[in-house]
């Protein structure tokens, strides 16, 4: 089994930061990727970015350029640093993780651009 623990959203206004984290307890023998998705309002559950155990990373379109996801190994932690963020970012982001397979999903943290 693995615990996600998610941190760091938050209302911030047009064109600010935030930062993201999730951090994974439970075994983290067999993980795999790490990543964010997030789901608006009325909207399905979309991919943010992904990071894999090697390091290469994958980012909606949407992000890219905006938004760096980076991870910590020994902590088994990831974090989404968001910058210039707009509107349509808004949204509850979760954090997901792919262990032999099987994907664990936390508890999702709300962010919210608005002026």
């Known amino acids: 089994q693995v615990q996600l623990v998610e941190s760091g959203g938050g209302l911030v206004q047009p064109g600010g930061s935030l930062r993201l984290s999730c951090a994974a307890s439970?075994?983290?023998?067999?993980?795999?990727?790490m990543g964010w998705y997030r789901q608006a309002p009325g909207k399905q559950r979309e991919l943010v970015a992904t990071?894999?155990?090697?390091?290469?990373?994958n980012y909606a379109d949407s992000v890219k350029g905006r938004f760096t996801i980076s991870k910590d190994n020994a902590k088994n932690t990831i974090y989404l640093q968001m910058n210039s963020l707009e509107p349509e970012d808004t949204a509850v982001y979760y954090c997901?993780?792919?262990?032999?397979?099987?994907?664990?999903w936390g508890q999702g943290t709300q962010v919210s651009v608005s002026s």
């Open positions: 997901c993780v792919r262990r032999w397979g099987v994907d664990y």
């Open positions: 439970g075994s983290g023998f067999g993980i795999t990727t």
């Open positions: 990071i894999s155990l090697d390091g290469p990373t």
